[in-house]
């Protein structure tokens, strides 16, 4: 199976002019989704495209995205319970389950991210955020919180711990994701992962062609 590369360009770019830019130089490549901020959505047309965040349904929730949203604007993938929406906006392991279900009832490619702190037991943090897996889910995001944007990126024999776990638990794709960049990514791959979720180096053109 051709491995997937998921970009996850968060809150960036910061113009729209720039998300345009962006999206003219990535070539499209079926393997490739791109998670753009939802107010660019319409930019990128000739590519695959996922959400990075879902609210549970559609009704009087200011600031918030539906499901049936997604489904309708044909964003097939939503990412959820990605460690910055667990940090910044205090999203717990109960509303994440929510999610999930609600997103796999529209039939979207679910994400489903996990991952441990510095410091913390990484199989019981696995164990504990996989309690919100559900059959159907596309795939499950391996993503050290550590390793993420920090340039310190898991080592990848240590990753294989977590994805031999994760995969006998879910037998679903297994992504890593943590400082991924064109000359680390190959290693994961070795390693028996179907495919990698970047972040800032998703936003370098450079980068993203050459893993491509
Ligand atoms: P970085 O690739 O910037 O470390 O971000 C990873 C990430 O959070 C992808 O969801």
Known sequence: MKPLIIANWKANPGSVKEAKRLFKAIPYNRQVVICPPSCYFYLGKKHK?????????????????SPEMLKSLRIDYVILGHSERREYFKETDELIREKVKACLKEKLKVILCVGEKKGQNTLTILKRQLSCFEKGIFAVAYEPVWAIGTGNFCNPEKAKKALDFIKKRTKTKVLY??????????????????????????LNIKELKKMI
């Open 177 to 202: 994701g943590g400082s991924v960049n064109s000359s680390n990514f190959k290693q994961y791959l070795k390693q028996g992962f179907d495919g990698v979720l970047v972040g800032g180096a998703s």
């Open 49 to 65: 495209l996922g959400s990075q965040n879902c609210f549970l349904e559609t009704g009087a929730f200011t600031g918030e995205l």
